[in-house]
């Protein structure tokens, strides 16, 4: 056997899935690739991949290219290839069983209704490998579950959606370094639970961050600069989360798109000002003009 580790993200090829539920898996080895600065290549064993070094360990990242039914071809090819060890292997996927926001990451398991899991435990010929399951909740009403997966996340669902890909990253490096048990301990949950901290060097200050009552909820959600680090999953929060940012803005001035977005930018830490803009907008508190070239802010009395 060799040292390889092999991470496979879950999803389905082509243009038409990108943004789709289903390609969770496939956005967070995207991720992974930009933190460590590789490519996917060509199509290698039925799946795109890119290797080299991370965490000092060497890593394949995988997307498998068969869809996500036959995800335990590309899998199975790509073990006996690199002769992967079943300790060294990961899978991300999707899982409609758990809420949008959270993370679980296990040792083993049955597929619990994951198709391209269900394949690669048949290819495999075990559940016994590692797997990250990150959640987007059920459909709602009497929506079928192919259309849910198959459908892109929108509003705030989007903005949380790309907080959760950040924190699987993490995990996925936490169980590079220290393991399943450590990742398991540190990353599984509610995106609202705050990560445990880095305990402070002898004798230094840690900064504390003041904020008015009214915003006090947030206070998990905030660095020490009072940036917003994570998108909450409960809509009342991300109302909150919405005035707080209103808040930055000065009632009476008008602003370009480039001055509120730059402004937004100050204020959080996980990009995409555009759709946080768009947000604010849809909830009142910044208005435009018709040609979009000048926005405002409009104070509004809130409640929480």
Do not use: C
């Not at 509003?155 to 169980?175: F, H, K, P, Y």
């Not at 009214?214 to 020490?224: G, I, M, R």
């Not at 402004?263 to 947000?279: I, K, M, S, V, Y």
């Amino acid at each position: 056997m060799t040292d390889w580790y092999l991470i496979v993200g879950l999803g389905n090829p082509g243009k038409d899935y990108e943004d789709t539920r289903h390609n969770v898996g496939f956005r967070v080895m995207d991720e992974m690739a930009k933190r460590y600065g590789l490519a996917f290549g060509k199509t290698e064993r039925k799946a795109q991949v890119a290797s080299g070094t991370m965490k000092n360990k060497k890593v394949i990242l995988a997307k498998p290219q068969t869809y996500m039914n036959l995800s335990g071809e590309a899998v199975r090819s790509l073990v006996d290839f690199y002769k992967v060890e079943l300790p060294n292997i990961l899978v991300v996927a999707d899982d409609l069983d758990i809420p949008l926001g959270t993370v679980r990451l296990r040792q083993s398991g049955s597929a619990g209704g994951q198709n391209g899991i269900k394949s690669i435990i048949q290819h495999l010929g075990t559940q016994d490998f590692n797997r990250l399951r990150f959640g987007i909740g059920r459909p709602p009403g009497k929506m079928q579950a192919k259309d849910y997966v198959l459908g892109p996340f929108k509003g705030d669902d989007a903005i949380l959606a790309s907080q959760v890909i950040d924190r699987a990253s993490d995990a996925v490096e936490t169980w590079l370094t220290d393991g399943i048990d450590l990742a398991m301990t540190r990353h599984n949950g509610d995106i609202d639970q705050p990560k445990p901290a880095p305990k402070p060097t002898t004798r230094e200050k840690r900064k504390t961050l003041e904020l008015p009552p009214d915003f006090e909820p947030l206070k998990n959600h905030l660095d020490v600069e009072g940036r917003l680090k994570w998108w909450p999953s409960k809509r009342s929060k991300q109302l909150l989360a919405l005035d707080y940012l209103a808040s930055k803005f000065e009632a009476g001035k008008t602003y370009t798109e480039n001055e509120v977005n730059a402004l937004l930018n100050q204020w959080h830490t996980f990009g995409d000002p555009a759709l946080l803009r768009r947000e604010l907008f849809d909830d009142g508190l910044l208005n435009r003009h018709q040609d979009g070239t000048e926005y405002w802010y409009t104070p509004n009395t809130k409640i929480y």
